[in-house]
């Protein structure tokens, strides 16, 4: 196929997970590389004089030095809380009361919902990130405002019905019949139309009740291609709450388990405080796990293993958690998951952190065919980096003598002034 464009600077791609075999081995680089682009869609990679041969007539996009990579994918956000992020003072149950319910309560607006939708998109492809799994509220137009914002933009958005039946404000909590039948209209509506996935989307045991957790498992077994999102074993406290709750379950994945909530496709938010038995069925189960480092250390939740669930075989994403985590930027969440790596004593590689920040989120969320990666026939979703977004940036990434210690300054210290564009469906956003 001819390329309609040809996107020049440097490229980099992963041929395999930095986890499996070391960076250097997974990962492709070409210093002048270009990515050829048609219909919005990635037709080609490689050396940019290699591929203004094979495609003369492509209109040339040159980002000079800047870095090329897919574009990022947050595994787990909230886009309602939005406009509550950086709240102060509270953990995750007083969190919740204090911010983030009346703030989900203000959805039940849709001209709301829609302005808050289009804030949130537009802040994702200032931070370069070009996919998300967000949870809405219990409000269907929520779902719709979201739905339409990413249509609107040429965005692949997963995203779904946030159900509560017990344990939240009354104007937040529906019924297990509610939350069905709306979360069902919402998927025939929705999932599949253009690049929209839904994902059925209890938000918690807490506020599930067994009814509502059992139907939303039948709802997802009647369509199995939909993602499930929701939260497992936060904070401590939580665990307590749930193993309260539910004497009977073997633990907090168990009350999922149970109900038929476990499988792939099935994408467990934050899962710091798991047990053994949790760790072996989530990688048997081939679910996913969300790696939410900001928010992890804002809400005080604790300190997440990635490299020991990457080990354990568990599928692993990364996410900002917006609006508990404090950055809608993916290079702050790698600068984070870098930092807690080593308080779990694991410095996580740059390439690890993209390939996290990428296919790792786009394999949790079932959609690595067409987002995370520069592979042919992938939507054309990429950011483009510079790599001296700042004087402090600048001076470090001057000394750097490899590939990786040019990109490591900016995964540590850059956020939107990093992103020189953004790139949807082949369709380009500048700063
Ligand atoms: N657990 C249940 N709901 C939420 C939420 O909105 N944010 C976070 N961080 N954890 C949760
Ligand atoms: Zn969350």
């Not at 994702?124 to 249509?151: D, K, N, R, Y």
């Not at 499988?263 to 679910?287: S, V, Y």
Request: charge should be negative; charged fraction near 20%; aromatic fraction near 8%.
């Amino acid at each position: 196929m001819q390329a309609e464009t040809l996107i020049l600077g440097q490229v980099l791609t992963f041929a395999e997970s930095p986890f499996d075999v070391p960076p250097d081995e997974a990962a492709r680089h070409d210093r002048a590389g270009a990515v050829a682009v048609g219909a919005g869609r990635i037709v080609a990679v490689g050396p940019a004089d290699r591929l203004r041969v094979a495609h003369p007539a492509a209109r040339v996009v040159d980002h000079g030095d800047a870095l090329i990579l897919p574009g990022f994918v947050d595994a787990h956000a909230h886009y309602p809380q939005t406009a509550i992020i950086a709240s102060w003072g509270k953990r995750l149950i007083d969190w919740l009361e204090t911010y983030t319910f009346p703030e989900e309560a203000r959805f039940a607006d849709p001209a709301y919902a829609r302005a808050q939708a289009e804030t949130y998109l537009d802040l994702l492809i200032a931070h370069g990130t070009t996919s998300v799994a967000s949870f809405c509220t219990i409000h269907p137009a929520s779902v719709e405002a979201l739905f339409e914002a990413a249509a609107a933009r040429g965005m692949g958005v997963t995203a779904g019905r946030t159900c509560m039946d017990r344990n939240a404000p009354a104007p937040l909590r529906d019924t297990a019949q509610a939350a069905h039948d709306e979360s069902a209209a919402l998927i025939g509506r929705w999932h599949g139309r253009g690049r929209a996935r839904y994902a059925i989307t209890p938000r918690f045991t807490p506020t599930s009740t067994p009814a509502q957790l059992e139907a939303l498992g039948a709802l997802w077994a009647a369509h199995p291609d939909c993602a499930m999102q929701t939260h497992l074993s936060e904070q401590r406290e939580e665990v307590r709450w749930v193993a309260r709750l539910h004497p009977e379950a073997r633990d907090y994945l168990d009350t999922y388990e149970a109900h038929g909530l476990l499988g792939p496709g099935a994408m467990f938010g934050h899962a710091i405080w798991l047990t053994e038995r949790e760790r072996a069925r989530l990688a048997e189960a081939g679910a996913s796990v969300v790696h939410c480092p900001t928010s992890n250390t804002f809400i005080g939740s604790g300190v997440f293993d990635c490299a020991r669930a990457v080990a354990g075989g568990i599928g692993v994403g990364l996410a900002t958690d917006t609006g508990g985590g404090s950055s809608f930027s993916m290079l702050r969440t790698m600068a984070a998951a870098y930092e807690i790596g080593q308080l779990s004593g694991a410095a996580l590689h740059p390439a690890q952190l993209l390939w996290l920040a990428t296919e790792g989120s786009a394999r949790a969320m079932r959609r690595a065919a067409e987002i995370g990666t520069l592979a042919p026939g992938s939507a054309a979703d990429l950011v483009v980096l510079d790599l001296a977004s700042t004087p402090a940036i600048a001076q470090r990434a001057a000394r750097a003598e490899t590939l990786w210690e040019s990109i490591f300054p900016t995964l540590m210290m850059g956020d939107d002034r990093a992103v020189a564009a953004t790139w949807i469906a082949g369709r380009m956003f500048g700063r």
